[in-house]
């Protein structure tokens, strides 16, 4: 059974940073798994932040996310992590890590692509 589980949230001033963590069991990131960040804030869409495409052989982000985050892994650790640098109070959601196997690559940005899902974890960007 694979289970994510995310860490790391909190509240940060803008311009601020967090590195968040997602912990996965029942999985290894092989050739053929992907690995995703999204978020969601209150009232509005999940939405795509980050992925690591099949085992990482390529790493995609939103527009608005690009040159703030970095989506990394630690296979020994089975972990996955969002560095996010120069946040805004805009970036303030509830993250979540999500993963699947054989998602194709005009899908890594839906939701409805992936399977599991971890609980999320909040971030807050506010002075």
């Known amino acids: 059974q694979v289970q994510l589980v995310e860490s790391g949230g909190g509240l940060v001033e803008p311009g601020g940073s967090l590195r968040l963590s997602c912990a996965t069991s029942?999985?290894?990131?092989?050739?053929?798994?992907?690995v995703a960040w999204f978020r969601q804030a209150p009232g509005k869409e999940r939405e795509f932040v980050a992925a690591?495409?099949?085992?990482?052989?390529?790493?995609h982000y939103a527009d608005s996310m690009k040159g703030r985050f970095t989506i990394s892994r630690n296979n020994a650790k089975n972990t996955v992590y969002l560095q996010m640098n120069g946040l805004k109070p805009e970036d303030t959601a509830a993250y979540y890590c999500?993963?699947?196997?054989?998602?194709?690559?005009?899908?890594?940005?839906?939701?409805?692509?992936?399977?599991?899902w971890g609980q999320g974890t909040q971030v807050t960007v506010s002075s």
């Open positions: 029942g999985q290894t990131f092989s050739r053929d798994v992907t």
């Open positions: 999500a993963t699947d196997r054989n998602v194709i690559m005009s899908s890594i940005r839906l939701v409805r692509a992936y399977d599991y």
């Open positions: 690591l495409f099949r085992g990482g052989a390529s790493t």
